[in-house]
Each structure stands twice: as C-alpha cells, then as structure tokens.
C-alpha cells in the first residue's frame, strides 16, 4: 500500500530512509532543520565500520546490508564512496570486534608495516564516503523518485505534516531528545579537520588510548580528513584552532607529510547517542504513526541503509495488519 511519508531529518540516515521509501513507490516529503550539508553527517569520517553502538543482534544485520549495498554505490564515481585499503593500529594487543568477519580480506598487520610504537594492527578494505557529495547524491536520488526536502525547525514530530494520515519517520538525530522527547539521548561531539592531501590514499586509524582524543587519517582525492575528537555532553559546534591543531599534530606524528599540509575546513558535529539504536513503530497520543529511526552515535553511515531496510518492513508491517484488520 502507497504511503504518504514524512521523514525528519536530512543527515545520512534521514536521506537514505527517504530514498528506499520513495523508490519503491510512497510519496516522500523530508522536513529538516537543518540542509544535508549542514547536519553532522556532513562532517563523518565515514569509514564503514559499526564501532559502540547497541544493540549487537540487531546491528550487525544492518551492518552486512549497508555494507552490500556501500560496495555497489562505489561503482558509481558521483556517489562519494569509493573502497579505500589502510590499516587499525594498536599499542597493545585487543580482540577483533565482531563485524570484522564481514570483511573478508581483513588480516593481522606483519611488524614491519606498523607505525613507530604501535605493535598491532589490521589491514584491511571497507567503504570510505566522501559525505558532502555522498549527501548531495542521495539528495539527487530522492528528488529523482519524487520526494521534496523542506528546511523547518519543528518543536514536535506531530508538527512535521498537516496530512492525518502521513506516516512520519523520525531520523532526527540529536533533535530527538526535544522532538520525541528522549532525555536518554545525549551528544558526543565529534571535530575533523580537512586539509589538503599530500598524496595519501591509504586510511590510518590509531588507538590513542584516550577515549577523547582520537586520530584517523581519511583521505580522499584533493583532500584528507583528519580525526578528531569524542567528546561526551559538548553542545559546542564552534570551530577551536587548538583544537584543530592538536588534531593535526597528533596526525602529523604519525604520517609526516601532513605537517606540510594547508588545512581547509574545520568540521563539527554532534553524534546522537544512546544505551541502544532506536528503530521501532509506534503511536502518537493522536494516533498517527511514528517509526523512529535515531541514535545511531557514529555509526551512521555504517548502518545507514540496514536501518533504511527495517523501516520500510515496519512500514509494510503496519499496512499489512491495517488490510486484516488488527490493531497496528
């Protein structure tokens, strides 16, 4: 059954649930704070891989199915995404975390290819998505299937249609906390930098120990997004000069060239995060069907078309049982 759909939020997760609806037919309006370029989507590393998010039973499905669909997309050069190779390195030895089997040419590291003080590490190839124009192409797709984008700030989900009968999908992300309202939401701020490529084409992701304090190097063709940060409870989405330095010279240590480089953007975000990844249906105090789809912390990107997946099923499962007659 064709639904009119309205869905919250034009971040990652946002755009690829409006895509799959509108492609297989509803009728998709987006209504969004914020454009696609402004939303903390727009500022993610986005390397593929699942990191801290709950919980595992349901995520590593929606892992595998964005994963499959990522390696499709990177046949496609306007998409964003490409399948990059580098390497995960460690001081100290650790477990593989479980998605790892997803990625068949995932191998230990020999020592000769470790950074200087690192003793661990994996080599291996995953999708690595170039965000603005990866944004800008589902935005592409989904005007293409018909849908429309509106910049609006709601105060309630209920504000999103006039439509009674809309179904809204909320992919708010940390707008949630005051939409639905979930106080069990909460930010982790995340700061890149971007700065020019010297040349790089592999990925470096380090443990620094520091739960804070992170360092990534993602680099794409002119540039290269240097990591960052997780800070717990920062609101702040300002730019900080030392905090963009300390970011390059943590960088730089381990990859030299980058000392060299020109920095052209600071990108601040706020990963929406909590104990468990919401995707579920259910009644508003009106009646009108809210499927939530927020909470994905970091790992947007990673589970972004797995989630997109599970919304049209409960979309479908709700119209299934509305045509029999049962309570939905």
């Excluded at 592999?202 to 520091?210: G, I």
Aim: negative net charge.
């Amino acid at each position: 059954m064709i639904q009119h759909v309205v869905v919250v939020g034009a971040g990652v997760i946002g755009l690829t649930t409006a895509v799959g609806l509108a492609e297989t037919g509803h009728r998709v309006d987006v209504v969004a704070a914020e454009p696609p370029r402004a939303t903390t989507s727009a500022v993610a590393g986005a390397l593929w891989g699942p990191w801290l998010v709950e919980p595992r039973e349901r995520v590593l499905p929606w892992a595998a199915h964005t994963l499959k669909i990522l390696r499709e997309l990177a046949e496609h050069p306007n998409s964003g995404v490409r399948i990059a190779t580098g390497i995960e390195v460690s001081r100290t030895s650790y477990a593989p975390p479980d998605w790892a089997g997803l990625l068949p040419d995932r191998t230990p590291c020999a020592s000769g290819a470790l950074p200087p003080g690192y003793r661990h590490g994996f080599r291996y190839s995953a999708p690595l998505v170039d965000m603005p124009v990866h944004l800008d192409y589902l935005l592409a797709r989904l005007r293409a299937a018909g849908g429309t984008v509106t910049i609006q700030r709601l105060t309630a989900l209920n504000q999103a249609s006039a439509d009674p009968h809309a179904v809204i999908v909320n992919c708010s992300g940390i707008g949630a906390r005051r939409l639905v309202p979930d106080s069990d939401l909460f930010p982790i701020r995340g700061y890149h930098v971007v700065a020019t490529n010297p040349g790089l084409t592999e990925f470096l992701e380090a443990d620094t120990e520091d739960p804070v304090d992170l360092l990534a190097i993602y680099p794409h063709r002119d540039h290269v997004v240097l990591g960052g940060t997780a800070e717990p409870e920062v609101w702040d989405r300002r730019s900080d000069d030392a905090i963009a330095a300390a970011i390059v010279d943590r960088c730089a240590r381990l990859e030299p060239r980058l000392a060299a480089a020109t920095i052209i953007e600071h990108r601040v975000g706020l990963r929406p995060t909590r104990a468990a990844i919401r995707v579920e249906a259910e009644r508003s105090a009106v009646g009108r069907l809210i499927i939530h789809n927020y909470g994905h912390g970091g790992a947007g990107v990673s589970l972004s078309w797995g989630c997109a997946q599970e919304v049209a099923s409960l979309l479908a499962n709700v119209a299934r049982a509305t045509d029999d007659g049962r309570p939905a």
